[in-house]
């Protein structure tokens, strides 16, 4: 059984930094691309960032490219996000997700690449 277990959201000012953290209880964690997504009220789920499982390649959203980055660290089983300069349009519930299989490239944009998804974390950016 899968499980990934978010940490690290809370409420900030606009301009500053968190930096959200994935514990994944899988076996062979380094096999596997690792994203993170997120959700504001209203809105439908979007993918945020994606790291492939050799750690040399990542995509990012449009909306948080130069700002965003992913990383991880397979010792620990363990992916990142760490965010900078937020905005209040940031606000959203962050939740990292992982693939069934072990592939990589341009789908791992979307939700449907994903088959594990963590409970959420919240991350508030007040103006």
């Known amino acids: 059984q899968v499980q990934l277990v978010e940490s690290g959201g809370g409420l900030v000012q606009a301009g500053g930094s968190l930096r959200l953290s994935c514990a994944a209880s899988?076996?062979?964690?380094?096999?596997?691309?690792m994203g993170w997504f997120r959700q504001a009220p209203g809105k439908e789920r979007e993918f945020v960032a994606a790291?492939?499982?050799?750690?040399?390649?990542?995509y990012y959203a449009d909306s948080v490219k130069g700002r965003f980055t992913i990383s991880r660290d397979n010792a620990k089983n363990t992916v990142y996000l760490q965010m900078n300069s937020l905005k209040p349009e940031d606000t959203a519930v962050y939740y990292c997700?992982?693939?069934?299989?072990?592939?990589?490239?341009?789908?791992?944009?979307?939700?449907?690449?994903?088959?594990?998804w963590g409970q959420g974390t919240q991350v508030t950016v007040s103006s």
């Open positions: 899988i076996r062979t964690f380094s096999r596997y691309a």
């Open positions: 790291i492939s499982w050799s750690v040399r390649s990542t």
């Open positions: 997700a992982a693939p069934r299989d072990t592939g990589w490239g341009s789908a791992y944009l979307s939700l449907d690449a994903y088959d594990f």
